[in-house]
Structure formats: C-alpha cells, structure tokens
C-alpha cells in the first residue's frame, strides 16, 4: 500500500494512522528528509525561515509519526521504529563548518530517537537510526557518481541492520557497514 503524505501536515499524520486503526505496523520507517540548500546556511546569512523547515521535516515530523502510529507498532510482532539519519548528524565525526540545517537536524532525529529508545524498551519497542551513507538519489545530485552508492546496495543494508535490531540493541545508530556510528 502506498500513501502520498506531507510528513509536515500533522493533521494528515493523524488520518492516515486513523484509516490504518487496525493493521499492525512491524516496522515504521522515517525516511522523509530534505536539506535546507547550502547556499541557505551560511554564517551570518542563515535563511532562518528554511532552518525551520529543514528541522520540522527532518528532525519534528518523525516524532509526530512514531506517536501517531505507536498504537500500530506495538500491536506488530517485530515492534521497530527506524529514522534514516546521516552521519552528518554525528557531533563527533564534525571536522568543517558547513550544513548548519541539515546537521543540526540530523543531531536533534539522533537525540529525540535515543530518548524515544529508552521510553519503549520496556514496552518491548526497538528503535534506531540508520545511515545509508551517500547513496545516487536525488538528494545527493550533483556529486560525482564514483563517490555514491548504489540504491539497492544502500536498501540492502539498511534491511540487514533493522533486521539485527533488538531490544538489546535499541537506540543504536547504525553506519551502513553495520558499524556503530558515534555521534
């Protein structure tokens, strides 16, 4: 089944989950995410305008659907809420100021998603972000194609690392590779 959804029309969020009352969820899957432009997130010329979407999109929106289709989730077998962040959202792997938007977003998805972790283990709820690095999507246009990664390769392995999610493991952010990412 798929459904067109504007992950910012939290009315919309709440309908959908509505229409969907009955069907258990195994694995909700936060994917939506944008960028903000670069040329946006400059020091001293910051679009604050566009920092707020960037963060209601990337980092507001996927609180709002896990809340919303909590009910969905926990009446699933495999019990799994997953947000697609980016190593980008990593504090300790920052080297360059660049991507203020997009950064700080992914860090705030990391922190929110750790805290939701730590409120639904003891329901039995494991949740975690993956990074499926630079994959050849629209969202990385414009970089050489030697340096991304090929999209079933990236879906492939973010397949193999929610499949190894546990409750043990919750609150996990996952490198591509399987690897923890520190952030």
């Known amino acids: 089944v798929i459904e067109q959804l504007d992950v910012t029309d939290f009315d919309r969020v709440d309908e959908l989950a509505k229409k969907y009352a009955d069907t258990p969820i195994d694995v909700l899957l936060n994917n939506a995410g944008i960028g903000g432009g670069s040329e946006n997130q400059y020091f001293l010329n910051m679009q604050w305008e566009v920092w ?35 190593s980008q959202g990593s504090i300790e792997k920052t080297r360059q100021p660049r991507l203020y938007f997009y950064r700080s977003s992914k860090a705030a998805l990391n922190m929110a998603m750790k805290n939701l972790s730590l409120a639904l283990k003891r329901k039995g709820v ?13 969202f990385m246009a414009g970089l050489p194609k030697k340096m991304l990664r090929p999209v079933p390769d990236a879906v492939a392995d973010m397949m193999r690392n929610i499949d190894q999610l546990t409750v043990e493991t919750t609150g996990s952010f996952y490198q591509y590779d399987g690897t923890i990412l520190p952030w």
């Not at 979407?53 to 507001?60: A, E, S």
């Not at 609180?63 to 919303?68: L, Q, S």
């Not at 494991?126 to 629209?138: Q, R, Y």
């Open 52 to 86: 707020e979407q960037v963060l209601l999109v990337n980092t507001i929106a996927p609180m709002k659907i896990a809340e919303a289709f909590y009910p969905h989730v926990i009446a699933s077998r495999e019990k799994k809420i997953i947000a697609v962040s980016s």
């Open 126 to 138: 494991s949740v975690a972000l993956v990074n499926p690095g630079p994959t050849d999507t629209d």
